[in-house]
């Protein structure tokens, strides 16, 4: 009798834990990640709009008279996004957003190439690559992605072709110490 009782309540549990993982929904951190979130900071709009939008935070970031570079934060539900745009005068020239590194590369990387096309330049190295996208909008567009264990985003620029324009990424690297 002890047998068949035992036997019984193990039967009821893993039908119990069955019916719960059938019902369950699975849902990834990033999935809900769009470029759009980007549109209202692309090169070309105007900051007046961005400034006064409380939908993010924003902060002057760097202040070089003609040129300020402001960081805004995008808050989601599974993640914080820090976009850094370059202002001249009231325009938006370049940003600079950091993608968390738990994103999928190859998500992130399929939605740049579904609104911008396939890269024009490519660069591998150390599991670390570089896509370029020249000319497209008016912009131009670099996205690193890097592997370790598993592929993650570093961080994707989208840049106004005017010559003037030094990139952000470039302006980081300058700030960091030289050993």
Same mark, same amino acid.
């Given at each position: 009798? !002890?047998?068949?009782?035992?036997?019984?309540? %193990? =039967?009821?549990?893993?039908?119990? %834990?069955?019916?719960?993982?059938?019902?369950? $929904?699975?849902?990834?951190? !990033?999935?809900?990640?769009?470029?759009?979130?980007?549109?209202? =900071? &692309?090169?070309? @709009?105007?900051?007046?709009?961005?400034?006064?939008?409380?939908?993010?935070?924003? $902060? &002057?970031? $760097?202040?070089?008279?003609?040129? @300020?570079?402001?960081?805004?934060? #995008?808050?989601? $539900? !599974?993640?914080?996004?820090?976009?850094?745009? /370059?202002?001249?005068?009231?325009?938006?020239?370049?940003? +600079?957003?950091?993608?968390?590194? +738990?994103? *999928?590369?190859?998500?992130? %990387? /399929? /939605? #740049?190439?579904? @609104?911008? /096309?396939?890269?024009?330049?490519?660069?591998?190295?150390?599991?670390?690559?570089?896509?370029?996208?020249?000319?497209?909008?008016?912009?131009? #567009?670099? +996205?690193?992605?890097?592997?370790? *264990?598993?592929?993650?985003?570093?961080? &994707?620029?989208?840049?106004?072709?005017?010559?003037?324009? #030094?990139?952000?990424?470039? @302006? %980081? !690297?300058?700030? &960091?110490?030289?050993?």
């Amino acid at each position: 009798m !002890n047998s068949i009782l035992s036997t019984f309540s %193990l =039967f009821i549990s893993c039908l119990a %834990l069955s019916i719960g993982v059938a019902h369950s $929904e699975i849902k990834v951190p !990033n999935y809900d990640f769009s470029l759009t979130l980007l549109d209202p =900071f &692309l090169p070309g @709009k105007k900051s007046v709009e961005l400034l006064k939008d409380k939908a993010f935070s924003s $902060e &002057l970031f $760097e202040d070089t008279g003609a040129t @300020k570079i402001y960081r805004f934060k #995008i808050k989601k $539900e !599974n993640y914080v996004l820090d976009i850094y745009a /370059q202002i001249k005068k009231e325009d938006i020239v370049d940003i +600079y957003v950091k993608l968390p590194q +738990y994103f *999928i590369h190859d998500k992130v %990387l /399929q /939605q #740049i190439k579904d @609104k911008y /096309q396939k890269h024009d330049r490519y660069v591998v190295k150390d599991k670390s690559a570089l896509y370029v996208w020249l000319n497209k909008d008016s912009s131009h #567009i670099i +996205y690193h992605g890097s592997c370790s *264990i598993s592929c993650f985003p570093v961080f &994707l620029e989208i840049t106004s072709n005017e010559k003037s324009v #030094i990139p952000i990424y470039i @302006k %980081l !690297n300058e700030a &960091l110490p030289k050993w």
